[in-house]
T-cell receptor
Framework: GQQLNQSPQSMFIQEGEDVSMNCTSSSIFNTWLWYKQEPGEGPVLLIALYKAGELTSNGRLTAQFGITRKDSFLNISASIPSDVGIYFCAGRFGNEKLTFGTGTRLTIIP | EAGVTQSPTHLIKTRGQQATLRCSPISGHTSVYWYQQALGLGLQFLLWYDEGEERNRGNFPPRFSGRQFPNYSSELNVNALELEDSALYLC???????????FGPGTRLLVL
């Protein structure tokens, strides 16, 4: 099925470092969502974005809805061990079905 | 408030058998979505139900089917199981068709 291009595919960073990941789409969306999935569990919603240019924070996480409406970015500041997991972006236009990114696997090196 | 619940948590079947997976949405949510996530891969959209009707279907064969009950809970049925059906099956629910989806913990299906 259709998926968004999410990058990077995986990241290996040291504890305390900042993390940046992004998603791009060939079509515009009016909703962008970011989820985190830990091993053996379902994805958990982190941040929801509903307006082009919107910048929203959730603790150390900050996400932005791109101006072109075709991309979104997620940043994690001062990473900690519990940030480990797979991060998925998801986008939707109107009442169409949600399209998920391919995921970014984050590994924290002690 | 209870989140999305799924049962069973794990299911082991043999090739050719049928599997039934169940999902209870968050109270008040009318839309239910099913996704398949094979090991190490992303989420593949399976089915979307809203108000008891199938709204959309992903690129899966007809042996994947489901339904939504009047209380908005949902069932996913997989007939004639194949080895490659082994995956985590995730259910999500939302208040309406344009609202944010919330996921359950998933059912891990293993086909031997």
């Amino acid at each position: 099925g259709q998926q968004l291009n999410q990058s990077p595919q995986s990241m290996f960073i040291q504890e305390g470092e900042d993390v940046s990941m992004n998603c791009t789409s060939s079509s515009i969306f009016n909703t962008w969502l970011w989820y985190k999935q830990e091993p053996g569990e379902g994805p958990v919603l982190l941040i929801a974005l509903y307006k082009a240019g919107e910048l929203t924070s959730n603790g150390r996480l900050t996400a932005q809805f791109g101006i072109t409406r075709k991309d979104s970015f997620l940043n994690i500041s001062a990473s900690i061990p519990s940030d480990v997991g797979i991060y998925f972006c998801a986008g939707r236009f109107g009442n169409e079905k949600l399209t998920f990114g391919t995921g970014t696997r984050l590994t924290i090196i002690p | 408030e209870a989140g999305v619940t799924q049962s069973p948590t794990h299911l082991i079947k043999t090739r050719g058998q049928q599997a039934t997976l169940r999902c209870s949405p968050i109270s008040g949510h009318t839309s239910v979505y099913w996704y398949q996530q094979a090991l190490g891969l992303g989420l593949q959209f399976l089915l979307w139900y809203d108000e008891g009707e199938e709204r959309n279907r992903g690129n899966f064969p007809p042996r994947f089917s489901g339904r939504q009950f009047p209380n908005y809970s949902s069932e996913l049925n997989v007939n004639a199981l194949e080895l490659e059906d082994s995956a985590l099956y995730l259910c999500a629910s939302s208040w309406g068709t344009e609202e944010t989806q919330y996921f359950g913990p998933g059912t891990r299906l293993l086909v031997l």
